[in-house]
C-alpha cells in the first residue's frame, strides 16, 4: 500500500516558467512532510519542509503548500531554473510510537527544465 | 562540516555472496538511516539505528541487517546475495531520531549482483 504517491513520474518546464509538484498522501497521522531533490549519482539534498500545522512555507524560489483535507501537498519552483532539473522525492513523517517516527518517500517525479 | 560518507561507491558481487557497507554520518549525527533505491521503487526504508540501537526497521527479510558503533558509524549488511538487491543503497544522518527533522544524505553505494 502507497502511502506516499507522485503520480507524475516526469515533468517538462520551460527556463523562467514555474514548477509544480504533486504529492498525495493517505494516512492522516502524518504531521510533518519534507521535499528532498536528487541529482544523478548524488544522495538526495533536503529542500523544504512544512509541519501540519501551517499551509505555506517558503524558501526563495521554493514554496511547498498543504492541503490537509485533501491530503495533498505541492512544491512550487518559481521561477524555474536548468540547474533544478532534478528527480524530486516527497516524504511524509508520522510519529509510530516508542519516540520513533514512521518516514515514507514517494517514488519521485523526474523534473526537467528546458532553457 | 563534512557530509554523510559511503563506501565503497561502487560494489559487484556475485549472487550468493554477501556484502558490507559502510557509512560515516555527520559529526555530532547520532541517528543513522538506510534506503534502497531502485528504478520505480523510491526510497525503500531498510532501518534505523539511534545511539547504537535499531529504533525502527522497514519490510526487508532478515538477510538484510545492520549495526552502529559508539561513533554513530553504522555498517549494513546483506547476505545470501540475490539479484533483486542490485540497488542503490542510501545512508542518511540527522542529529535527531529521523522523521522529526531533514536528512542528510550521502550519495549511496550502487551494488550490482550478478
Known amino acids: 500500500d502507497q502511502q506516499v504517491k507522485q503520480n507524475s513520474p516526469s515533468l517538462s518546464v520551460q527556463e523562467g516558467r514555474i514548477s509544480i509538484l504533486n504529492c498525495d498522501y493517505t494516512n492522516s497521522m502524518f504531521d510533518y512532510f519534507l521535499w528532498y531533490k536528487k541529482y544523478p549519482a548524488e544522495g538526495p539534498t533536503f529542500l523544504i519542509s512544512i509541519s501540519s500545522i501551517k499551509d505555506k512555507n517558503e524558501d526563495g524560489r521554493f514554496t511547498v503548500f498543504l492541503n490537509k483535507s485533501a491530503k495533498h501537498l505541492s512544491l512550487h519552483i518559481v521561477p524555474s531554473q536548468p540547474g533544478d532539473s532534478a528527480v524530486y522525492f516527497c516524504?511524509?513523517?508520522?510519529?509510530?510510537?516508542?519516540?520513533?517516527?514512521?518516514?515514507?518517500f514517494g517514488k519521485g517525479t523526474k523534473l526537467s527544465v528546458i532553457p | 562540516k563534512a557530509g554523510v560518507t559511503q563506501t565503497p561507491r561502487y560494489l559487484i558481487k556475485t549472487r550468493g555472496q554477501q556484502v558490507t557497507l559502510s557509512c560515516s554520518p555527520i559529526?555530532?549525527?547520532?541517528?543513522v538511516s538506510w534506503y534502497q533505491q531502485t528504478p520505480g521503487q523510491g526510497l525503500q526504508f531498510l532501518f534505523e539505528?539511534?545511539?547504537?540501537?535499531?529504533?525502527n526497521k522497514g519490510n526487508f527479510p532478515g538477510r538484510f541487517s545492520g549495526r552502529q558503533f559508539s561513533n554513530s558509524r553504522s555498517e549494513m549488511n546483506v547476505s545470501t546475495l540475490e539479484l533483486g538487491d542490485s540497488a542503490l543503497y542510501l545512508c542518511a544522518s540527522s542529529p535527531a531520531i529521523a522523521g522529526n527533522s531533514p536528512l542528510h544524505f550521502g550519495n549511496g553505494t550502487r551494488l550490482t549482483v550478478t
Open positions: 559529526s555530532g549525527h547520532r541517528s
Open positions: 539505528y539511534f545511539s547504537e540501537t535499531q529504533r
Open positions: 516524504a511524509a513523517s508520522a510519529y509510530s510510537g516508542a519516540g520513533s517516527y514512521q518516514l515514507t
